[in-house]
């Protein structure tokens, strides 16, 4: 109706007002505000790939990576943009200030955060300053106020139309009567009132560290009476509660996270890393030595203080002598300091190790150190820039360029530096570029290159006639444009690998490379020997992808060719040179004792392991002959060696059963490890159970419950799984299957079976391997076969069974 328009749409607009401003004071999230326009560097487009970031008090809140040269984002409504978020305690003061870099240089613009608004700003460095650098924003602002006079978020807020009667409205006989109900009294002042004090966030936990599982206690101290929590532990899970208890299952560094809020404000505290939980299976190395001082020949006892539970032990006592045993006992026969090494490993495959330096002090006569002539250092830097190919194709927007000097850290702002697609750097008085310095003139620059899709991986430098370099000399002051290139095979004409010169105080000789190739064997669980110690099933195995490392204890001996990557399923090192396509070890001032040790992972595997040097025979007819094994060889510059490496435990004669006249059993063997169902790892009161088919496989212990998450059978505590039967009624090597019942099922569900220190896929059953205990994981689904307890009590004969079997 006319006479009521003016009221009605008045009374709309203060509803609207009165709402938004409800909403901002409650403790909403700000809307993020965009940008987009054209970037220019020295009045020059910036490159494809140049990086936006937006920042509010130093702290990045938005980032941009040019995908056209000049210009980022659009007005358009599918353009992408500069997209800018401000955090809670960015709008602390009421104010935020946006400030803008482009490659990690401050442009001359920057402007205020106006939460939801869409600007066309654009952004520039090097040249002369803009007229107007700080850019105003056409909106108008409303600053929200509590009663202390504090300020909260800004909102930008668009002023309503009203529309004015006109004058023949006006002078109507007709009373103008409004169509909306009287003002509400909280309607005529829309701005919330405090409560006074402020919502300030803030909890303790306890414990904070621990073993798995750790149950944790959160206490919230937060201010300002909160009537809502939303918490977020870290691992996934969340709790709305104000004084949780929550339980970490899995060992790691978990950040927690608490909002409170009511209908006035809301805080947020978050605690980066606050709750640390280990694993009391990892490993961890320690030792004692005594006596540690004496005059020579002194005999020293070492005693392992190692945790977790080796099975393997691997001494160096500083001398060039070792042991393998758990408690050596050493004499050292010359005067010096020495220091002992303990790396040690379990049946699993994990390791550790302790070094302790300087620990054995033998008296006599003191080395006299060598004077060092100081050598000058320039102070101006070498720039580079240039192109970056990795493995015929341009390197990744993002990824890293990096140079380095063997014996000196040159690592700074500009080295290592980010990439656009195929480029690094750029010439110019305010572009980013590669730099070198703070070493010797003509010290010999090497380059390392990596991306998101590749690993570091050292780059060999092309020339203009098409020749390789692997360095570059260092030139203070000037330029350089480069071509980086990583190859998949090394070029026809192989540059020689530079051998770095011995420093003046260096001890020992200069190195030259060693060049390695061989095999590896991964142990699956199916290797034996027989009597004469022919190996079974012991072919090399490692696949494509897997990665040999070699070390040497207290040197860097890493390269282009250490670690290699697997090309070929087994073998490793087929080049015709003598250092090309084969593992390679070279390290500065390596001394003539030295042991080199291999450590291999399989694709796949998420660390290395230790492996074994086996001395082996292999006649016409490919058959294994084992003869003894080592963890070390020496080290020989300028050698070439081949080696048989063994990743996990090494195989033996399996024991022949002596037949009784009384039917006797077999050893039991013992399984244990993870478990999941559908994807998800056993909960605790899950069930496995083991058979074979027509076999009572009678024992307390099968079926066994979970009775730690994600995993069946503990190790430490004997509580494994078991199968436990009479020699007549199994052979070594029957196949044994394995079932899981979920909870809240009915049905026993078939299981795949792992190693998980075999590169083997899944299988369908594992081996009977009597008197062993077997690192196993399981998994089926609701999509696997399955069958009833009961039948699986009359096929399987698997008749062990509690008073009360209900739900079985």
């Avoid at 909403?28 to 020059?44: K, M, N, Q, R």
């Avoid at 020293?300 to 070792?322: C, E, L, N, R, Y």
């Amino acid at each position: 109706m006319i006479t009521g328009t003016v009221a009605a749409r008045t009374a709309l607009a203060t509803l609207l007002l009165f709402s938004f401003v409800l909403i901002c004071s409650a403790g909403a999230p700000a809307l993020p505000c965009e940008f987009y326009g054209t970037v220019t560097i020295d009045g020059s487009p910036a490159p494809v790939g140049t990086i936006l970031s937006a920042k509010i008090n130093d702290a990045e809140r938005g980032q941009y990576v040019l995908e056209e040269a000049g210009k980022y984002g659009g007005p358009g409504t599918f353009d992408q943009r500069l997209k800018v978020v401000a955090e809670e305690n960015d709008l602390g003061t009421g104010s935020a200030q946006i400030t803008f870099w482009i490659n990690g240089q401050k442009a001359w613009q920057e402007t205020a955060f106006q939460p939801g608004v869409s600007m066309n700003l654009d952004l520039s460095i090097g040249g002369d300053a803009p007229a107007v650098t700080n850019v105003p924003v056409d909106t108008p602002v409303i600053i929200a106020k509590t009663e202390t006079g504090e300020e909260s978020v800004e909102t930008a807020i668009l002023e309503p139309e009203v529309e004015v009667p006109t004058e023949e409205q006006l002078i109507s006989d007709k009373p103008i009567v409004s169509d909306m109900p009287p003002q509400l009294p909280e309607m005529e002042n829309p701005l919330p009132i405090s409560s006074g004090e402020a919502m300030v966030a803030d909890f303790i936990g306890d414990p904070v560290s621990g073993t798995v599982p750790l149950t944790v206690t959160f206490t919230d101290l937060s201010t300002g009476s909160p009537t809502m929590w939303a918490w977020d532990f870290g691992d996934g899970t969340t709790d709305m509660i104000a004084n949780p208890v929550h339980q970490y299952m899995m060992p790691g560094t978990y950040t927690v996270r608490l909002t409170v809020s009511n209908q006035e404000s809301s805080s947020t505290q978050i605690k980066e890393g606050y709750i640390s939980v280990t694993d009391t299976s990892i490993l961890h190395a320690d030792f004692t030595a005594s006596p540690t001082s004496g005059k020579p020949p002194l005999s020293v006892q070492f005693t392992d203080k190692s945790t977790g539970s080796p099975t393997m032990w691997a001494w160096t006592f500083g001398d060039g002598t070792g042991d393998m045993v758990a408690n050596p006992g050493h004499t050292y026969a010359t005067a010096g300091k020495y220091t002992v090494n303990l790396t040690i490993a379990d049946a699993t495959g994990q390791s550790s190790t302790s070094s302790k330096k300087d620990l054995i002090l033998i008296e006599g006569a003191e080395t006299p150190v060598p004077t060092i002539t100081p050598i000058a250092v320039p102070s101006v830097p070498q720039t580079f820039v240039g192109t970056v190919e990795l493995y015929g194709k341009p390197i990744q927007s993002g990824g890293t360029v990096e140079a380095r000097v063997p014996g000196h850290d040159i690592k700074g702002q500009y080295n290592p530096i980010k990439t656009a697609k195929g480029v690094f750097g750029k010439s110019g008085t305010f572009s980013p570029k590669l730099q070198v310095q703070g070493v010797p003139a003509d010290s010999e620059i090497e380059f390392w290159v990596a991306d998101e899709m590749n690993r570091l991986v050292r780059a060999y430098i092309l020339q203009d006639d098409g020749s390789y370099l692997w360095t570059v000399p260092y030139k203070p002051g000037q330029e350089t444009q480069v071509r980086l290139v990583v190859l998949k095979n090394p070029p026809n004409e192989i540059p020689p690998i530079p051998v770095t010169p011995v420093p003046t105080g260096c001890a020992g000789v200069p190195s030259i490379p060693m060049s390695i190739q061989g095999d590896v064997h991964i142990t699956d669980g199916t290797e034996y020997l027989d009597s004469e110690g022919v190996c079974h099933n012991c072919q090399p195995n490692i696949k494509v992808g897997g990665m040999i490392e070699a070390r040497i204890e207290g040197y860097d001996v890493s390269g282009p060719e250490n670690p290699f990557t697997m090309v070929n399923a087994g073998y490793f090192g087929s080049g015709n040179s003598s250092w090309a396509d084969k593992l390679t070890v070279q390290g500065n001032c390596l001394p003539e004792n030295a042991n080199i040790s291999f450590w291999v992972k399989d694709d796949g595997w998420p660390r290395y392991t230790q492996a074994w040097l086996i001395n082996e025979d292999i006649d016409a007819n490919e058959t294994i002959t084992v003869h003894g094994e080592t963890h070390e060889v020496p080290y020989e510059g300028g050698k070439s060696r081949t080696v048989h490496l063994w990743a996990g435990p090494l195989p033996t004669v399996p024991p022949t059963p002596t037949p009784t006249p009384e039917p006797s059993a077999w050893e039991p063997q013992y399984f244990y490890g993870k478990a999941e169902f559908n994807g998800y790892p056993l909960r605790v009161g899950d069930r496995v159970m083991a058979t074979r088919e027509g076999i009572d496989l009678s024992n307390p212990t099968n079926p066994v419950s979970v009775l730690t998450f994600g995993q069946y059978g503990d190790p430490v505590g004997k509580e494994m799984l078991a199968v436990d039967v009479p020699y007549e009624s199994i052979e070594q090597r029957d196949p044994i299957t394995f079932w899981i019942k979920p909870q809240d099922f009915e049905y026993w569900y078939k299981a795949e079976v792992k190693n998980p220190l075999s590169s083997s896929d899944w299988g369908d059953t594992y081996p009977f391997t009597p008197g062993s205990i077997t690192n196993v994981d399981l998994r089926s689904s609701d999509r696997a076969d399955f069958m009833y307890f009961y039948d699986i009590v009359d096929t399987i004969s698997n008749c062990i069974l509690p008073e009360d079997y209900s739900g079985w």
